[in-house]
DNA sequence: GCCAACCTACCGGGCGGTCGGTAGACTACT
DNA sequence: AGTAGTCTACCGACCGCCCGGTAGGTTGGC
């Protein structure tokens, strides 16, 4: 619930002030928003009434809807750059390095999933050249693993695995957690994580065939 | 690209007809529509100029933008039974049938993704009776998998993994498909379905620890 | 008296959806 | 053969609503 408090405190060094915890409560109301109604279905009457503004008084804050938006996902990319790829990058071994990467992007979905899920969920609702933006620090992101992989072949610990199919599938694995995990449910946000980054690592170490008694069953 | 060419044909065996083949046409590009632009950002006006009519044409065969995006989904959720689920029920052996599944839904989402993907991505545009629904079948499916790990956990096959957070993995895995791939990219469509198959296996068996060498880098 | 922090009132436009109509194919009756 | 009626498959024009965004204040703390 605190992951944009600092969204503003980031951007701006300038004045102690006021103005930027108001700011910075719009565009973690937005980010919230968004996430459960979607960009295009929440009008910016739903996010002025949800800070306690009318419509003409959120523009005082905002530029439109879209730089909202965009002000999101460049946050949740900024996030992921720091909280994740940053530390991952200082971990010399590679299977260490992927750990740490889907332990600490999983973790931070548990933490709070609305800015990183409205960057994966909301790309077309950008302006192109933002899109294009974002699009290609995301690329970076999945790049980032695939090396990580290619590392961990080049170790002979993955074998048979194209790394770019792998980077993409533990991407997906981990980026659903937003959609089922419950902050209340039977599993805590830890347990979760571990479980996840087990079965991630898993999916891409090699020690041996799978080859199974039973009918593939696939045709 | 065929994905829905009967979707129509199997509601209404009534009347050698063309306004059924019409009425699939409207279907299938709403869909892909739909799945280009999100449903909140298509218009009734998209959907009829794609077909070469008006709005008030289109709306000789549709009841509502939200009956249409209804429909869609339901059909995608009856190919997921019929093409993944029942296959899959008639394989006894856990092994193979986890491999039926995630075989035959990644073969499905390569083959076209628009209704599947239009299937999870736009729950919230429906009307909370047919979300209600939508959302049950879903959840089914989920718990089909889940038992499916339970069984392999009972025959050894998987030590430590809670079903279903396996289950919502795997999903996830598959999912992001429509994502990235690309049916003219690097890899063909049997190619992707192969390796995310094997990625699928791997991470829900075990044999033995992964612990590694180095440092775990997580905190 | 001034400026930050709002508000009321409004604008143009696009939305989902409806209404009354109609061209044209087909049928029915004379 | 002619013609009146009927039905399918549409269309142009329109409705009320809400949207993102703005112009022009007003108010309260310094």
């Known amino acids: 619930m605190t992951a944009l408090d600092n969204a503003a405190l980031r951007a701006a060094a300038t004045a102690a002030n006021g103005e930027q915890d108001r700011r910075a409560e719009i565009y973690r109301s937005a980010a919230r928003i968004f ?3 979607g960009y295009h279905a929440t009008s910016i009457n739903d996010i002025a009434a949800a800070v306690g503004l009318t ?4 523009y005082y804050y905002i530029k439109g809807k879209q730089d909202l938006l965009f002000a999101i996902m460049g946050f949740a990319m900024d996030q992921l750059d720091e909280q994740v790829i940053e530390p991952a990058r200082r971990v010399q071994d590679p299977q260490a390095r992927l750990e740490t990467i889907v332990a600490r992007h999983a973790r931070l979905i ?9 960057l994966v969920n909301e790309l077309e609702g ?3 050249d933002d899109r294009t933006d974002i699009i290609g620090r995301q690329r970076d992101y999945v790049d980032f693993i695939a090396d990580t992989l290619a ?4 170790e002979g610990k993955v ?3 194209d790394p770019t199919v792998g980077a993409f599938s533990l991407v997906g694995m981990i980026l659903w957690i ?11 946000g ?3 994580v571990a479980e996840v980054t087990r079965m991630a690592i898993s999916a891409v170490l090699n020690r041996g065939d799978h080859s199974n008694a039973g009918n593939p069953g696939t045709g």
Do not use: C, F, N
């Open 159 to 161: 074998v048979g695995l």
């Open 126 to 128: 950008l302006l192109p």
């Open 35 to 37: 996430h459960r109604k």
């Open 151 to 154: 590392a961990l072949r080049d």
């Open 190 to 192: 830890d347990e979760v």
């Open 55 to 58: 419509k003409a008084g959120l």
């Open 178 to 188: 937003s959609r089922w995990y419950r902050a209340d449910g039977r599993l805590d």
């Open 110 to 118: 548990t933490q709070d999933s609305s800015a990183l899920t409205i």
